[in-house]
């Protein structure tokens, strides 16, 4: 994966390739195993800055590791109302970019959209992530992930369930 103790940002692509693979293909508890323990993942309300904190603003998703096992429990049972049945998904990642390396921890930013489809509409989320990677023996681990949805309302979709 590296190369002289340092990664490549076409290592973060493969890396982020793969991740959004598992979520079109519905393969959370894969997807779940990308995040170390102790991982987080936020979803800041629209218009919110790179800096917002989730103990201080209303967040659409705010997941310690505890909430994000939760989370997938819950949409991979058939209860799960949003996503039942569930949405098909298409993600494309582009613009990935190491933005600092520090040890065996690297600040990853990209840019994605996610089309959506479910009973007969279809949807578009765009944005940014931001992602915390830490190298681990078995390749990249999640140590932190944020969405940045760059949309100015979540209008028409009104719902993140699909984990954009």
């Given at each position: 994966?590296?190369?002289g103790?340092?990664?490549?940002?076409?290592?973060?692509?493969?890396?982020?390739?793969?991740?959004?693979?598992?979520?079109?293909?519905?393969?959370?508890?894969?997807?779940?195993?990308?995040?170390?323990?102790?991982?987080?993942?936020?979803?800041?309300?629209?218009?919110?800055?790179?800096?917002?904190?989730?103990?201080?603003?209303?967040?659409?998703?705010?997941?310690?590791?505890?909430?994000?096992?939760?989370?997938?429990?819950?949409?991979?049972?058939?209860?799960?109302?949003?996503?039942?049945?569930?949405?098909?998904?298409?993600?494309?990642?582009?613009?990935v970019?190491?933005?600092?390396?520090?040890?065996?921890e690297?600040?990853?930013?990209?840019?994605?959209?996610?089309?959506?489809?479910?009973?007969?509409?279809?949807?578009?989320?765009?944005?940014?992530?931001?992602?915390?990677?830490r190298?681990?023996?078995?390749?990249?681990?999640?140590?932190?992930?944020?969405?940045?949805?760059?949309?100015?309302?979540?209008?028409?979709?009104?719902?993140?369930?699909?984990?954009p």
């Amino acid at each position: 994966m590296s190369h002289g103790g340092r990664a490549t940002r076409a290592d973060c692509e493969d890396f982020l390739y793969r991740e959004a693979a598992l979520l079109d293909e519905w393969r959370l508890d894969e997807w779940l195993a990308l995040f170390v323990e102790g991982a987080t993942y936020e979803v800041p309300t629209t218009g919110a800055g790179v800096d917002a904190d989730s103990a201080e603003e209303l967040f659409l998703i705010a997941d310690d590791y505890a909430r994000l096992q939760h989370r997938v429990k819950r949409l991979n049972k058939t209860g799960a109302h949003s996503e039942w049945p569930r949405s098909h998904t298409v993600r494309a990642i582009n613009n990935v970019r190491i933005l600092e390396q520090d040890g065996e921890e690297l600040t990853v930013a990209s840019t994605f959209i996610t089309y959506r489809s479910k009973a007969d509409i279809t949807d578009a989320f765009f944005g940014r992530h931001l992602h915390t990677l830490r190298i681990t023996p078995g390749g990249f681990g999640i140590a932190a992930k944020r969405t940045l949805l760059d949309a100015s309302s979540l209008r028409p979709q009104g719902r993140v369930s699909i984990i954009p």
